[in-house]
């Protein structure tokens, strides 16, 4: 009994220091950054935020821009790597197979328990879409009812939204990265009654499909702050990203890019500088 408990201690010791010695070893993603001076992105494809060509493969987006700006006022560059969902983007960032998540990544608690967020670089105004044929809902109390079949994406931000803003609503789920635009395609051929999500996602299908879809009102149903994320244990690779992005910010950066695809206040909301300039100070320089 004695010997038994003693080689059970050893094993476990052992065991241990096997794990120790691993993790010692193993390079940290802001250790691997830092001497090759290169970010592995991964990337959700969202509309206006984050594209991919299909014959190029360039990337583009105003989150793609400011991805780039963020790395280049480091003196990093940007390796736009994997294609995930946002149901699985912790995987890849735990293995150590990229070293951040760079598309719109809205935090949540749930989210908070598998990865680290940098701060928001801007903040999305959430709607409520529907056909653009559709007259039932003069409020947001309308569609919270059994009859509404509300279309999500698995795993998505907007997912966790629709649930709370419609929960008697049914859910009609489509597979983790699904594209925004098809659940907007869903929505105009009469799959689903309503979509929660941003203007980010549903102006480039607007553009393409005249007419078809449209918000229910005028007033958002709130706000959410996109960052990025990396793994659980990159404090370090979370503080970098964030000073540079507090750089853009101060510089004007993120608001020339915002300004670059046409988006004002009404659509999506810009974080202010740390500090306010003087009025009469303003032109000086």
């Known amino acids: 009994?004695?010997?038994?408990?003693f080689l059970s201690l050893i094993l476990c010791l052992v065991s241990v220091s096997s794990y120790a010695a691993y993790a010692a070893d193993k390079e940290s993603a802001y250790d691997r950054v830092m001497r090759t001076n290169i970010l592995?992105?991964?990337?959700?494809?969202t509309g206006d935020a984050v594209e991919?060509?299909?014959?190029?493969?360039?990337?583009?987006?105003?989150t793609v821009d400011i991805v780039n700006a963020m790395a280049a006022e480091i003196g990093w560059t940007v390796e736009w790597q994997d294609e995930v969902g946002y149901g699985d983007f912790a995987e890849g960032l735990t293995s150590g197979r990229y070293d951040a998540f760079c598309g719109a990544m809205v935090a949540s608690s749930a989210r908070a328990r598998v990865a680290k967020f940098t701060r928001p670089y801007m903040g999305y105004l959430t709607f409520a879409y529907v056909r653009g044929d559709e007259n039932r809902f003069s409020s947001y109390l309308d569609i919270d009812n059994p009859n509404i079949k509300a279309g999500v994406t698995d795993g998505?931000?907007?997912?966790?939204?629709?649930?709370?803003?419609?929960p008697?609503?049914?859910e009609v789920s489509s597979p983790n990265m699904t594209p925004p635009s098809q659940l907007?395609?869903?929505?105009?051929y009469g799959k689903v009654d309503v979509v929660v999500h941003n203007p980010g996602a549903a102006i480039p299908f607007d553009k393409m499909h005249p007419g078809k879809i449209k918000r229910v009102l005028l007033t958002p149903?709130?706000?959410?702050?996109?960052?990025?994320?990396?793994?659980?244990?990159?404090g370090d690779l979370r503080d970098v990203l964030d000073i540079a992005l507090v750089?853009?910010?101060?510089l004007g950066v993120i608001d020339s890019i915002l300004d670059k695809y046409g988006y004002d206040d009404t659509q999506m909301y810009r974080l202010s500088p740390l500090f306010d300039v003087p009025n009469d100070m303003a032109g000086e320089n």
Do not use: W
Not at 1 to 5: A, E, Q, Y
Not at 40 to 45: D, H, K, M, S, T
Not at 160 to 165: A, E, H, T
Not at 247 to 250: D, F, H, K, M, T
């Open 168 to 170: 008697k609503a049914v």
């Open 247 to 250: 750089q853009l910010q101060n």
């Open 184 to 188: 907007f395609m869903d929505l105009e």
């Open 1 to 5: 009994m004695v010997r038994n408990i």
């Open 156 to 166: 998505e931000i907007y997912q966790i939204l629709s649930r709370k803003y419609f």
């Open 221 to 234: 149903l709130g706000i959410t702050a996109p960052g990025f994320a990396v793994g659980s244990h990159e």
């Open 40 to 45: 592995r992105c991964a990337y959700g494809l």
């Open 52 to 62: 991919k060509d299909p014959v190029s493969g360039d990337m583009s987006g105003y």
